[in-house]
């Protein structure tokens, strides 16, 4: 039996969105606002045929689809561009696919316990083509548009492959939660990245000690600022 998605999924978090909607090429004030909504997503499935409303006090969206099957979607409340979108499990996410003037589009829906995850595929579209650029300035090259859409494709791939490897990690481990090492684990074949990544968790580890010492510090300040002014009210009466 897959996943069942049904419900209602209110948006507590989310990271470059931003950048999802400037690879859409969706315009300056709309992003603006964009940014500033909590959408509301409503889940209805009938095994696998669904819809889908997105919510917002600023524009609302619903798509009807049944997995497995092409249709024609016109992207409403976005950038108003017509897809030809397919929906199919991948175990128990939804993973979509739309073709259409906007190549490597799509995203990715998966639940881990009570909190509902959408990863959009754009975004990598855009944070690839920005260190793209960087590198071609640097190197005084060119990168065409189908380079960094192969790129952009590979590291999507890539991410769902690491994604699946964690899990697998974290569930050998008889635990719920991915931690650091599983993260070292995924990346052990590449040096560089292994590297990176165990450079990356030392800086975090010490950002974090640091942060426990500042806070450690203004809590003793503030309960010896506490304890002066208890005196000085004690003095008085």
Not at 27 to 42: N, S, V
Not at 175 to 194: F, P, S
């Amino acid at each position: 039996m897959p996943a069942n998605y049904t419900g209602t999924w209110d948006i507590v978090d989310n990271a470059n969105f931003e950048g999802y909607m400037v690879a859409l090429e969706i315009d300056f004030a709309t992003r603006k606002i964009a940014g500033m909504l909590k959408p509301q997503k409503i889940f209805e499935q009938d095994g696998d045929s669904f819809t889908v409303k997105t919510l917002t006090t600023f524009r609302n969206y619903s798509t009807s689809f049944k997995i497995g099957e092409e249709f024609e979607e016109i992207t409403k409340g976005l950038d108003n561009r017509k897809c030809q979108t397919t929906v199919n499990w991948d175990n128990d996410k939804l993973v979509c696919v739309q073709k259409g003037e906007k190549k490597n589009r799509g995203w990715t829906h998966w639940m881990e316990g009570d909190t509902l995850f959408l990863r959009l595929k754009a975004a990598v579209h855009y944070t690839v083509g920005s260190l793209c650029q960087h590198i071609a300035a640097d190197c005084e090259k060119q990168i065409t548009k189908q380079t960094i859409a192969a790129i952009a494709e590979t590291a999507f791939r890539q991410c769902d492959i690491f994604a699946k490897d964690l899990e697998a990690f974290a569930r050998h481990a008889k635990r719920h939660t991915v931690t650091m090492d599983d993260v070292k684990l995924t990346a052990r074949r590449t040096t560089a990245l292994y590297n990176y990544i165990t450079k990356k968790s030392e800086e975090l580890a010490l950002n974090n000690q640091e942060l426990k010492e500042k806070r450690k510090k203004n809590a003793a300040k503030r309960k010896s600022k506490d304890m002066e002014a208890e005196e000085e009210n004690e003095v008085e009466d």
